[in-house]
C-alpha cells in the first residue's frame, strides 16, 4: 500500500479551475497507477480519471473529458488534477487512489489505497 494526501480543493465559480494535488508516501510509487474519484452528497463514489505508471497512458470519464486532466511526476510522487471549465454538478469531495494492476474501466472496488479526500464546491 501506499499512503495519499489530497489537496487543492475549494469553492470555485461556476467556469473557473482548481487543479487539485495528491502527495504520496513510499519509494514505490511509481509501481502504482493512480486514479481520481469523487463522491457527491447522497451518491456513489465514481471514477474521473486515471493514469498509469509511467504517465504514458490516460482516461476519463465522459462527464469530465475534455475538462479534466490526470498528470503524475514520479520524481516527486505526486499526482494531479487539472479542472478546467467547472460546472456544479462537478461538486464533490475529490479522493486520490492507487493500485497495482492496470484496470479499464476502474472502479472504486479496484483500488487499493485511498486518501481522505478534498472537498472541491463550484457555485452557480
Known amino acids: 500500500q501506499v499512503q495519499l494526501v489530497e489537496s487543492g480543493g475549494g469553492l470555485v465559480q461556476a467556469g473557473g479551475s482548481l487543479r487539485l494535488s495528491c502527495a504520496a508516501s513510499?519509494?514505490?510509487?511509481?509501481?502504482?497507477?493512480m486514479g481520481w474519484f469523487r463522491q457527491a452528497p447522497g451518491k456513489e463514489r465514481e471514477f474521473v480519471a486515471g493514469?498509469?505508471?509511467?504517465?504514458?497512458?490516460?482516461y476519463y470519464a465522459d462527464s469530465v473529458k475534455g475538462r479534466f486532466t490526470i498528470s503524475r511526476d514520479n520524481a516527486k510522487n505526486m499526482v494531479y488534477l487539472q479542472m478546467n471549465t467547472l460546472k456544479p454538478e462537478d461538486t464533490a469531495v475529490y479522493y486520490c487512489?492507487?493500485?497495482?494492476?492496470?484496470?479499464?474501466?476502474?472502479?472504486?472496488?479496484?483500488?487499493?489505497?485511498w486518501g481522505k479526500g478534498t472537498l472541491v464546491t463550484v457555485s452557480s
Open positions: 493514469i498509469s505508471w509511467n504517465g504514458g497512458s490516460t
Open positions: 513510499g519509494r514505490t510509487f511509481s509501481l502504482f497507477i
Open positions: 487512489a492507487a493500485d497495482r494492476v492496470w484496470a479499464t474501466p476502474m472502479t472504486p472496488d479496484d483500488m487499493d489505497s
